[in-house]
């Protein structure tokens, strides 16, 4: 049974708690970094899968792009061509700038191309890709809206983790520009992105599909974090989070024995 459309201050209240079951500032890789837990070489180790996530950046925004054309989706269209071309405009696209870590660690960008990514790292990928590319616009910015909240901003996990990287760590701030770059923007990519949810998720079925698509986004950026942190252990572990999973499943009725 399909539930009631709920008020759009509810509606993305509700949205948060999803992204707060595994909240971005609490994970392993984040939180390791933060409380210098990992050494130089693990967060090399760590932000060479991060760069192979981030290289399909072009590819999921593209077909939320597309998606909204062939939706005639035109309200969201500003929104998805603002973000798109933050992410690829300018003279260095955003992955460019993810390099300069690497380029501190003496990694070539063929190296890192050539770099086995870890199942958490695959898994985000297929995840997020796949869920952008099969689902409507306003599915796939919903896929991504909540992660860009958490790293954005002044107090935002991405302006925690530049800190720490140039402060404790002595990356340069050249090498860190991948976080500050976070900082600036992702703000204001997780704004607009969840004003549009407020105003064209209203209905009871897009609601529940945006549902559906923040619980993909949560859960694939959670096993990206993941991923990172195999790199550096080499163990294949995942973080289970803050709260318990919440799973919707029928009653199971098995006759006596």
Same mark, same amino acid.
């Not at 300069?100 to 660690?105: K, M, R, S, T, V």
């Not at 995942?238 to 318990?244: E, N, V």
């Given at each position: 049974m399909q539930r009631a459309a709920l008020p759009p201050e509810d509606f993305i209240r509700e949205l +948060?708690?999803?992204? *707060?079951e595994v909240p =971005?500032?609490?994970?392993? +890789? !984040? %939180?390791?970094?933060?409380?210098?837990? +990992?050494?130089?070489?693990q967060i090399v180790l760590g932000e060479i899968q991060h760069y192979l996530r981030v290289r399909t950046n /072009?590819? #999921? #925004? $593209?077909?939320?792009a597309v998606n909204a054309v *062939?939706? %005639?989706?035109? $309200?969201? =269209?500003?929104t998805v061509v603002d973000n798109f071309m933050e992410e690829l405009g300018g003279e260095k696209t955003h992955v460019d700038i993810m390099l300069?870590?690497?380029?501190? @660690?003496a990694i070539s960008r063929e190296e890192a191309d050539n770099a086995e990514p870890t199942? $958490?790292? =695959?898994? @985000?990928?297929? =995840?997020?890709v796949g869920g952008c590319q099969r689902r409507s616009a306003i599915e796939g910015i919903s896929v991504v809206t909540f992660a860009e909240a958490q790293h954005g901003g002044p107090n935002g996990v991405a302006a925690k983790v530049f800190v720490e990287l140039?402060?404790?760590?002595? !990356?340069? %701030?050249? @090498?860190a520009g991948t976080y500050e770059l976070h900082a600036e923007q992702d703000q204001g990519h997780g704004d607009r992105q969840i004003e549009a949810i407020e105003k064209y998720a209203t209905d009871p079925e897009t609601q529940d599909k945006v549902r559906r698509a923040v619980r993909l986004g949560v859960n694939a950026f959670n096993f990206e974090w993941d991923g990172h942190v195999q790199a550096m252990t080499a163990k294949r572990e995942? +973080?289970? $989070? %803050? @709260? /318990?999973l919440r799973l919707r499943t029928p009653e199971v009725r098995l006759p006596a024995r």
């Open positions: +948060w708690a999803y992204a *707060n =971005m500032l609490e994970h392993p +890789w !984040f %939180k390791g970094i933060i409380d210098h837990i +990992w050494t130089r070489e /072009p590819i #999921f #925004f $593209g077909y939320i *062939n939706e %005639k989706a035109y $309200g969201l =269209m500003e300069q870590l690497l380029e501190e @660690a199942p $958490g790292t =695959m898994a @985000a990928i297929e =995840m997020i140039t402060k404790y760590y002595g !990356f340069s %701030k050249y @090498a995942y +973080w289970s $989070g %803050k @709260a /318990p």
